[in-house]
């Protein structure tokens, strides 16, 4: 019966250009983008390859873990691993790794390994995906925790939130699927006359779920890996003389607390997220932004004495540990219209972040591990100038990071500060002759990034038995460049293609290398110099959609010839998309996604490094919807993981394979 309904699935999708093709609804060719200049621009007019997934599309995607990351599994380029549930996207950018993409929330960074998993897409507005080097207008991300920094060198994904509102209106939906999974959401948009718009939401999810992870192994599971997660959200914005004189605000709260599968390994995480913004008309050709943020992270979690190689299990609690980031991004900016389309964007940014990690043990004693503050500062600037037949673009940051180290693993650090200044520039041009259908691109750019604590200071000391990462306070800070060039070619009113080449070079690639299996530890290592470089094929129709990526990645290493010539982690050499929605009349739609994805590898090293094997998911949405006066009704069913692969994934864990959800929701 499965391998029936693949069929069906594919032969509908080999038949969607005819049939697409019949409903001859053009293709919205002059979009406007927001992130590759930071104030709206037509597509034609910027440089750089950006994605747009419209608030229509998310509606249609699956997120199977619900991790806001997987709205980008469908894009070249991009590979997203999210481990469970319960954990982040290990997955990789540019075909380089994880951390080499930021994620910003209306242009203010956020992580992208923690705010992916918090956020609730129904306020999104659009995604965009700037592909290609970004790290002039935006500053690193000083995550500390999780793989360390992050940095745009690779790209950059904007979440836009939803700004005005058309009219009240209020949608409630509820769903149930696989492992016993509620789910609950609710959402409100009002406003007072043309000038105060206000959106409410909250979301709701509890389930038994199953065991993720790999038998005998740190994820052992000797129970149900239960979860709660629940999200609250308001979002405000104040509209004065027109659209571009405007206040915004938005706050988030998260909170997730979940079992790992045995009697003290509970965890309990809290999470808080503000942004405002500030935006003004100075004169006609003159705009200032300003935003500010704040990012508050509380994770703890029980430590067992669980060893998978003992004949008699010990599920006694060891220990408690916990995480406590607090994250202050600030930025500035004015956008000069110039002559035409040209554009002078001009602006500083300042962050501040805190991290500390904390041990309790049973008798009660709390102890500080790790703690540190971190500070950035850049200033930059950008002109984008368009003149006839082409887009050219030029600019420059330059950069200051300090870091002072209070503690390291109980202990005072051996260097207890340490701060670099770095310029970086970004260049690019697109060319467009007239009449023609197609354009050629090129951009060029260099990024900077510092280790973090986590890679310097470790989880758990050297030589412990514990399960967690192992300190390394001799790493280096990384230095990147990243280049492409590419063309776009607009088939019909309804049809587009594009082909892009990439090359990405990051010296002292700062790279986490699973070093044990039992227990499972990681250590973060300068790995030498990384290079990925790749071709990324696509198609898009006003229907479906069809992507391809090769790529190649490779470590220069001549003093350790464990990694000389070796891929780097995380990275498939190949993936390929295909998906898209179909009307099937009465108020039917189906929305089929296949991806196939290569094998990775879990380290650099040759003699430690693990190697699984690729896979392939396909994804199912089915909709039904009603109209009934003022109250739309929608019925919808998700079936994740439609072939049930249960593929392996590093640090044991796994895909647990198909679920389903079964929803509704009331519009009205």
Not at 381 to 401: C, K, M, N, S, T
Not at 441 to 446: D, L, P, Q
């Amino acid at each position: 019966m499965r391998r029936a309904v693949v069929i069906v699935m594919l032969c509908a999708l080999l038949a969607a250009p005819g049939a697409a093709l019949a409903q001859d609804e053009p293709l919205d060719l002059g979009d406007v983008v927001i992130t590759a200049t930071k104030t709206p621009t037509q597509i034609e007019n910027v440089t750089q390859k950006v994605d747009v997934v419209s608030e229509q599309e998310i509606g249609r995607l699956i997120l199977g873990n619900g991790n806001v990351a997987e709205l980008l599994s469908w894009q070249p380029g991009v590979y997203t691993s999210v481990l469970s549930r319960n954990d982040a996207n290990w997955g990789s950018y540019g075909s380089i790794g994880p951390k080499y993409n930021t994620f910003m929330l209306d242009g203010l960074p956020v992580d992208s390994f923690v705010d992916a998993q918090t956020l609730d897409p129904m306020i999104f507005q659009r995604v965009e995906t700037q592909r290609g080097p970004a790290s002039v207008l935006y500053s690193n991300y000083l995550s500390q925790d999780f793989a360390g920094n992050q940095a745009p060198l690779a790209g950059t994904t904007n979440l836009i939130l939803r700004e005005t509102v058309e009219a009240p209106m209020t949608r409630i939906s509820a769903g149930y699927g696989s492992y016993n999974t509620y789910k609950g959401r609710y959402y409100h948009q009002t406003k007072s006359g043309d000038d105060l718009h206000l959106m409410v939401g909250a979301d709701y999810e509890k389930s038994d779920y199953t065991s993720y992870g790999a038998p005998n192994s740190w994820l052992d599971m000797t129970k149900k890996p239960d979860f709660k997660k629940s999200k609250i959200y308001v979002r405000t914005a104040q509209v004065f003389s027109g659209p571009d004189h405007k206040l915004t605000l938005f706050a988030n709260h998260a909170q997730h607390d979940y079992s790992l599968g045995r009697p003290y390994r509970d965890h309990n995480h809290d999470y808080d997220l503000l942004n405002a913004a500030y935006q003004v008309p100075l004169d006609e050709r003159l705009t200032g932004q300003f935003k500010i943020g704040y990012r508050d992270y509380d994770r703890s979690w029980q430590n067992d004495n669980y060893d998978p190689t003992a004949v008699i299990k010990d599920y006694s609690l060891a220990s408690i540990s916990g995480v406590k980031q607090k994250i202050l991004p600030v930025d500035a900016s004015l956008a000069w219209k110039l002559n035409g389309n040209s554009l002078l964007t001009a602006g500083v940014d300042w962050q501040s972040a805190e991290y500390k990690t904390w041990t309790k043990t049973t008798a009660g004693a709390i102890s500080t591990d790790n703690d540190a503050t971190a500070k950035q500062y850049g200033i930059y600037i950008q002109e984008d100038v368009a003149r006839d037949e082409f887009v050219w673009r030029l600019g420059a940051r330059y950069q200051h990071i300090n870091i002072d180290i209070d503690r390291v693993q109980g202990a005072a650090p051996g260097q207890s500060s340490r701060s670099w200044n770095e310029f970086l520039w970004s260049a690019g041009m697109r060319w467009k002759p007239e009449g023609r259908a197609w354009s050629l691109f090129s951009n060029a750019g260099t990024s900077f990034m510092a280790p973090s604590l986590k890679s310097t200071g470790g989880t758990i000391p050297t030589g412990s038995a514990a399960n967690g990462q192992l300190p390394n306070p001799a790493l280096q800070p990384e230095e990147g460049m990243a280049l492409d060039l590419g063309i776009d070619y607009a088939i019909s009113e309804v049809q587009n293609m594009g082909l892009r080449l990439f090359y990405n070079k990051v010296d002292d690639a700062i790279l986490d290398n699973v070093v044990s299996a039992v227990p499972s530890q990681t250590m973060s290592v300068n790995a030498g110099e990384l290079k990925s470089w790749g071709v990324e094929f696509e198609y898009e129709h006003d229907v479906w959609f069809a992507n391809f990526t090769w790529s190649k990645s490779e470590i220069s290493n001549p003093l350790d010839a464990n990694q000389d010539g070796n891929e780097a982690t995380f990275v498939p050499s190949t993936t390929a998309n295909i998906g898209g929605t179909f009307d099937l009349g009465k108020g039917w739609s189906a929305s089929p996604y296949l991806r196939i994805t290569g094998g990775i590898y879990d380290s650099t090293d040759k003699t430690s490094r693990t190697r699984f094997k690729g896979y392939q998911v396909m994804n199912l949405k089915i909709q039904k919807a009603f109209s009934r006066a003022a109250r739309d009704t929608t019925w919808t069913l998700d079936l994740y993981n439609l072939l049930d692969k249960e593929f392996s994934m590093p640090w044991a864990f796994k895909d647990p394979g198909f679920s389903f959800t079964l929803g509704a929701e009331i519009a009205m």
